[in-house]
């Protein structure tokens, strides 16, 4: 079983619609980050989360929203869907060591939910 | 002007030869610099840390030079397995949680 799992994978939705993408992690890693990604752009970080009580806005939040049900379990939510949400979305994971000559700040991805609004 | 910013290519290499690339970053503050690889639709894994003083991995090396704020890698004896999308990721800057930033990739595809 993959480390960090995605559901769903593939998404068609209509404009106006909630949408619910999940991730859930076997790694016991405490962050966990949403982002998306655009053909011709890197990838944005949406939202992000250190813990269970900790969540925090990336650089692209408005529109969704996340919640954080356990250590394990991260999911973001389109509360009404639009058509430039249109975009691949991964979750990842880290697990922080606080030296940057160590490799920190490495990230796990999950293997991406594939989400079009028509 | 982009934060990170990276040639797209795609780079055309012949199988067995070298390839190299650069990705150049605005935040002099960057502490953590990163290549990750995406394949097709998949998603990026972690290359390689980039450390100061530059390091190798097998068939892979990438330099990081500060006074140019640049980081680079290099592909030796490139594979049809190398055909690949390289993702430059730097740390904003000095929070330890590191900001990170992705470049939009540089495309290589190894032909026979």
């Known amino acids: 079983d993959a480390d960090v799992t995605q559901t769903p994978r593939n998404r068609i939705t209509k404009t106006g619609k909630r949408i619910m993408l999940e991730c859930s992690q076997t790694?016991?890693?405490?962050?966990m980050y949403w982002y998306r990604q655009d053909p011709g752009l890197g990838l944005r970080l949406i939202y992000y989360?250190?813990?269970?009580?900790?969540?925090n806005k990336g650089e692209i939040s408005d529109g969704y929203s996340v919640s954080r049900q356990a250590q394990a379990k991260f999911s973001l939510s389109l509360e009404s869907a639009i058509p430039n949400q249109t975009a691949l979305y991964f979750c990842?994971?880290?697990?922080?060591?606080?030296?940057?000559?160590?490799?920190?700040?490495?990230?796990?991805f999950g293997a991406g939910s594939r989400l079009t609004v028509l | 002007r982009k934060e990170v910013e990276q040639d797209p290519g795609p780079f055309n290499v012949p199988e067995g030869a070298t390839v190299a690339f650069n990705c150049t970053y605005s935040?002099?503050?960057?502490?953590?610099f990163f290549w990750y690889r995406q394949d097709c639709r998949k998603e990026p894994k972690l290359l390689m840390s980039v450390y100061s003083s530059g390091n190798e991995d097998g068939r892979f090396t990438a330099q990081l030079n500060r006074a140019s704020q640049y980081i680079s890698l290099l592909i030796r004896d490139s594979k049809l397995s190398d055909s690949a999308t390289y993702l430059c990721v730097v740390n904003r800057g000095t929070d330890s949680w590191g900001k990170l930033q992705f470049g939009a990739g540089t495309q290589v595809v190894v032909t026979p």
């Open positions: 935040n002099s503050a960057s502490q953590s």
């Open positions: 989360s250190f813990d269970v009580k900790d969540i």
């Open positions: 990842a994971t880290s697990d922080f060591s606080g030296k940057y000559e160590t490799g920190a700040n490495v990230l796990t």
């Open positions: 790694k016991g890693h405490d962050r």
